[in-house]
């Protein structure tokens, strides 16, 4: 009996890594979110009144 040897096919080290990375990239982004706390949004962005129509009133 011979033993016929067929072709590996393996997948490019280069995208393995690659798909290493963007995982360990991506698990880190959903931590950083859910320990980050919940304060996202316009809100975040203003001085802390609340009130958006003080802003448009200092404007003009």
């Known amino acids: 009996m ?3 040897h067929t072709p590996r096919h393996e997948r ?3 995208l393995v890594v690659l798909a290493v990375v ?3 990239a991506l698990l ?3 931590v950083a979110m859910v320990l980050g706390g919940g304060k996202h ?3 975040r962005h203003t001085q802390g ?5 003080q802003l448009e ?3 003009r």
């Open 49 to 53: 009144t609340g009130d958006l129509g």
């Open 41 to 43: 949004g316009p809100g």
């Open 28 to 30: 880190v982004l959903v």
């Open 2 to 4: 011979t033993s016929e």
């Open 57 to 59: 009133g200092q404007r």
């Open 22 to 24: 963007a995982a360990i």
């Open 12 to 14: 490019p080290r280069w």
